[in-house]
């Protein structure tokens, strides 16, 4: 990662605290001399704006403010060497562990090349109808493929490297990075993978057989999923934000992306940290030193 030039401003709609804190990240960076672009779907003041795609390609760092959801719309779309500094407005975030308060304080630490960053594994995904590409996908948390509206059970067959894997009758399966694993499928009982970890994990959703069971696959997988035919009501759905209609017979192909994303890592806490906050694991006994003793 080279000199940072130009900043990448994503920001959470609808949200006029994302707009206060991004003024005031905007009036450190000019003061620096440091190029300002702002995402086109949140606009702010009189900032040059770019399309996501865009804004990827003209950035040297991205810095989001809002909370996951708002990283996961822009983290689909970078490379490794673009990293992302995700500050959070509200609770704790997986992905976004900066608060509001140390927001300027790290953004100083990274324009000036003192940051770290955690290289986290993203999905490719492909879906194929009968001979043809019709749509390819990038994910950082997950591909789900899962029933619709009429919540019917989605038939599915999936194979791993090209070879027969198992059949699947439940709500749907997900595919997730390790990331993702405290995302939806930890909501079905998959496990927690931290995220050095290179894996991919396949978690069912309600399958109607108990011995299908979340399963862990090495990170190069090629994990082929396909829609039983006659299949109706079932749908394919990214990071939980970007999603299509599936038919009988249609293939998903997930593998893992060429390229990783690269989130700045806080100085200031773990990832245990981070787990014990959002799921509510409470604090270690024996104070302060035995949560440094212990990595905490």
């Known amino acids: 990662m080279g000199r940072i030039r130009t900043v990448g401003l994503v920001l959470k709609r609808g949200q006029p605290r994302a ?63 673009v990293p992302i500094l995700g500050i959070n407005l509200g609770e704790l975030g997986f992905l976004t562990e900066i608060t509001e ?41 997950d591909v789900v493929v899962s029933n619709g509206a009429m919540a019917r059970i989605v038939r599915l067959t999936v194979s791993v490297d ?19 694993s405290t995302a939806y499928s930890l909501s079905v009982g998959g496990p927690i993978v931290e995220p050095t970890v290179e894996v991919l994990v396949l978690s069912p959703i309600s399958p109607h057989t108990l011995s299908n069971r979340p399963l862990v696959l090495r990170p190069d997988a090629v994990v082929r999923i396909t829609v039983a035919p006659g299949q109706q009501d079932a749908i394919l759905t990214v990071d939980g934000q970007e999603g299509m209609p599936l038919e009988g017979g249609d293939v998903v ?44």
């Open 19 to 81: 707009a206060r804190v991004a003024a005031r990240l905007v009036a450190w960076l000019r003061r620096r001399e440091l190029d300002v672009l702002v995402d086109a779907e949140t606009p702010l003041g009189r900032l040059p704006t770019r399309p996501k795609a865009m804004l990827v390609r003209e950035s040297d760092l991205i810095v989001v403010l809002g909370g996951d959801g708002t990283l996961l719309s822009i983290a689909r779309r970078t490379g490794t060497e």
């Open 101 to 141: 308060g140390e927001a300027l304080r790290m953004l100083a630490r990274v324009v000036a090349g003192r940051f770290e960053v955690d290289r986290r594994l993203a999905l490719a995904a492909v879906l194929e109808r009968g001979s043809r590409t019709v749509r390819r996908f990038r994910a950082l948390n």
């Open 162 to 180: 090209g070879l027969p894997l198992t059949s699947y009758r439940a709500d749907g399966l997900i595919v997730s990075t390790p990331t993702g």
């Open 253 to 296: 192909v997930v593998r893992r992306a060429r390229q990783a994303v690269s989130l700045v890592r806080s100085p200031d806490r773990t990832y245990y940290d981070v787990l014990r906050s959002k799921l509510g694991w409470g604090g270690l006994q024996g104070g302060p030193d035995a949560a440094r003793a212990s990595g905490g």
